[in-house]
């Protein structure tokens, strides 16, 4: 998505309006400067404003997130684009989510590994010792688990029998089920079947 298209349209749809930026930040119960951001391109509008956006404005989502008016017979062409652009968006977003669970469990247990081997040449065993290593793992943990929660939030979970694509957003089921990278073993929502449902990182039946 354009944002500074999108921003041009709402500032030429306000003014056409003959609202000033204080004027519609009023009317939305927001300060203007949020409008200002959107109108330099800096942000989108919040999802709980777009509708009363929508009806200020008098407008539609389409044409909201397109940045200009449409024609109904361009309409449904426009749409398939915006649905694709969605889709695009939303595939970048969880193969980043994906890299950073990566990068994030990687550099722990990297930084782990060292420590742990660094603390056990310089120190004698005692009580420093058994605190730092415990200490260590407890970091190592909570960055475990937040890595794991980047991995559950991205994508879908794509059923090995029949093709489905689903969300599983259950965080103690994910935890404890077989899994081999980010492939784990499920039961899909459709068929009913237990397999390694791989990861996918978007959902094609939308």
Not at 15 to 30: C, F, G, H, S, V
Request: with cysteine.
């Amino acid at each position: 998505m354009d944002l500074i298209k999108i921003g041009k349209f709402i500032a030429d749809c306000r003014k056409k309006k003959k609202l000033t930026q204080e004027q519609l930040a009023e009317k939305l119960y927001i300060t203007d400067r949020a409008v200002s951001k959107w109108e330099r391109g800096l942000s989108l509008p919040d999802v709980d404003k777009m509708l009363d956006l929508y009806n200020i404005l008098d407008i539609n989502v389409n044409e909201l997130l397109n940045g200009e008016k449409i024609d109904m017979k361009d309409y449904e062409k426009k749409n398939e684009e915006l649905l694709l652009e969605l889709a695009k968006q939303d595939e970048l977003k969880n193969k980043r989510l994906i890299t950073d669970m990566w990068v994030i469990t990687i550099t722990a247990f990297i930084f782990y590994t060292a420590l742990v081997i660094i603390s056990s040449i310089l120190l004698e065993e005692g009580p420093i010792l058994a605190a730092i290593i415990c200490i260590a793992t407890v970091v190592l943990l909570v960055v475990c688990f937040y890595g794991f929660k980047l991995e559950v939030d991205a994508g879908y979970f794509e059923c090995r029998y029949c093709h489905h694509i689903f969300e599983e957003k259950n965080y103690f089921k994910l935890l404890i089920a077989p899994h081999m990278g980010t492939s784990r073993y499920q039961k899909c929502s459709k068929c009913g079947k237990k397999s390694m449902a791989k990861k996918v990182m978007n959902n094609r039946e939308k």
